[in-house]
């Protein structure tokens, strides 16, 4: 049996027109179900989905490729902007001890989608916000992202209606998780993430 090769790595700049053809196909697919097509179009206009150079800047955006295909892209970052791309910035640094980190951007390719790639990627950036000293997570939930981060221990804090435009309002939630104390159970297989090794945990 071949087994598919999995590597994660973070984002540079030049993986930038990549990354946002995956955005558009993943948006436009996956979520088509539970938005208008307008609002996607006019969410993916105004840059409420988009890429923020920030946390390509700050290493703390990691892409998944599954045979060297790009699969899925998301991360997390220390900065106080909820979501967008580089719409509306707010780098403010955040405290650890008094902040929750976020978590951002994730979009899996349709054809990987309900494959895990987007528990692995929240995996990652807990574990790495962890490592950073952050013990809270926060995140703007689209309907799908709900579904995902509701089966990963996140709580519902409140609806956000974001403007995108057209006179159409999008609407999302605002999502928290504490981490627990211990660290994650590192039982599963090892990543090659060039410089470093990921490792893979299983969805509890
Ligand atoms: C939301 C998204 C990132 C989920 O990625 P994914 O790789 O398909 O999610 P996973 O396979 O890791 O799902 C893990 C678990 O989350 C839950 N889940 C995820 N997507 C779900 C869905 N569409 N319906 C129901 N449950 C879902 C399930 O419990 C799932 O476990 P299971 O497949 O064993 O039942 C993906 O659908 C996506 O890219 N959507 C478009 C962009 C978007 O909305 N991004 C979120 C921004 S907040």
Same mark, same amino acid.
């Given at each position: 049996?071949?087994i598919p090769?999995?590597?994660v790595?973070?984002?540079?700049?030049?993986?930038?027109?990549d990354?946002?053809?995956?955005?558009?196909?993943?948006?436009?697919?996956?979520?088509?179900?539970?938005?208008?097509?307008?609002?996607?179009?006019?969410?993916?206009q105004?840059?409420?989905?988009?890429?923020?150079?920030?946390?390509?800047r700050?290493?703390?955006?990691?892409?998944? +490729?599954?045979?060297?295909v &790009? *699969? %899925?892209?998301? =991360?997390w970052s220390?900065?106080?902007?909820?979501? #967008?791309?580089?719409?509306s910035?707010d780098?403010?640094?955040?405290?650890?001890?008094?902040?929750?980190?976020?978590?951002r951007?994730?979009?899996?390719?349709?054809?990987?989608?309900?494959?895990?790639?987007?528990?692995?990627?929240?995996?990652?950036?807990e574990?790495a916000?962890?490592?950073?000293? +952050?013990?809270?997570?926060? &995140? *703007? %939930?689209?309907? =799908?992202?709900?579904?995902?981060?509701?089966?990963? #221990?996140?709580?519902?804090?409140?609806?956000?209606?974001?403007?995108?435009?057209?006179?159409?309002?999008m609407?999302?939630?605002?999502?928290?998780?504490?981490?627990?104390?211990?660290?994650?159970?590192?039982?599963?297989?090892?990543?090659?993430?060039?410089?470093?090794?990921?490792?893979?945990?299983?969805?509890?």
């Open positions: 049996m071949k090769t999995l590597a790595r973070a984002a540079t700049l030049a993986d930038i027109p990354i946002s053809n995956l955005m558009l196909l993943s948006a436009r697919e996956l979520t088509k179900d539970d938005y208008p097509a307008e609002a996607i179009e006019s969410a993916l105004c840059g409420a989905w988009g890429i923020d150079t920030q946390l390509i700050d290493e703390t955006y990691y892409l998944v +490729f599954v045979e060297k &790009l *699969a %899925a892209c998301g =991360g220390f900065r106080r902007t909820l979501f #967008g791309g580089e719409s910035p780098d403010t640094v955040l405290d650890p001890a008094m902040d929750a980190a976020r978590i951007a994730f979009f899996v390719h349709p054809c990987f989608a309900r494959r895990g790639l987007g528990a692995l990627l929240l995996r990652c950036c574990n916000g962890r490592i950073a000293g +952050f013990r809270a997570f926060e &995140l *703007a %939930a689209t309907a =799908g992202g709900e579904r995902l981060y509701g089966a990963n #221990g996140y709580c519902a804090v409140q609806p956000i209606d974001h403007d995108v435009g057209n006179g159409l309002t609407r999302g939630l605002l999502m928290r998780k504490r981490l627990s104390r211990s660290p994650e159970v590192t039982t599963g297989p090892q990543i090659s993430t060039g410089n470093t090794t990921v490792v893979a945990t299983p969805t509890p």
